[in-house]
């Protein structure tokens, strides 16, 4: 079964700092852009980074620039996503996918409906 596999999420204080695992089954992450969504309640899922296969072009959303860092191990078939200086607004379930249609990053963000293999999502909550 392809799929992808989050974890690493949890509830942490503003300020704090998590880093999300997406563990890949079923299939090589390479040749493949990855990218991280999330999706807060009754709001629509985000695009918040994306990382490219070989030459590690990366994107990242107004939101998370300067804050969270992605990266990828593909001998491991794993993404991570570092994040930072959290904040209450980044609370959310956040989702990894990879992109059917292309290997690299677009620079004007990430368009979801090109993503597949989506996971069942890792909650994080910031909050005192």
């Known amino acids: 079964q392809v799929q992808f596999e989050e974890s690493g999420g949890g509830l942490v204080q503003p300020g704090g700092s998590l880093r999300l695992s997406c563990a890949a089954s079923?299939?090589?992450?390479?040749?493949?852009?990855i990218a991280w969504f999330r999706q807060a309640p009754g709001k629509e899922r985000e695009g918040v980074s994306c990382?490219?296969?070989?030459?590690?072009?990366?994107y990242y959303s107004g939101s998370a620039k300067g804050r969270f860092t992605i990266s990828r191990d593909n001998a491991k078939s794993t993404v991570y996503l570092q994040m930072n200086m959290l904040k209450p607004e980044d609370t959310a379930v956040y989702f990894c996918?990879?992109?059917?249609?292309?290997?690299?990053?677009?620079?004007?963000?990430?368009?979801?409906?090109?993503?597949?293999?989506w996971g069942q999502g890792s909650q994080v909550t910031v909050s005192s």
């Open positions: 990382i490219s296969s070989g030459v590690r072009d990366t």
């Open positions: 079923g299939f090589s992450l390479e040749g493949y852009a």
């Open positions: 996918a990879a992109n059917l249609m292309r290997s690299r990053c677009l620079p004007a963000g990430i368009t979801s409906h090109e993503y597949g293999y």
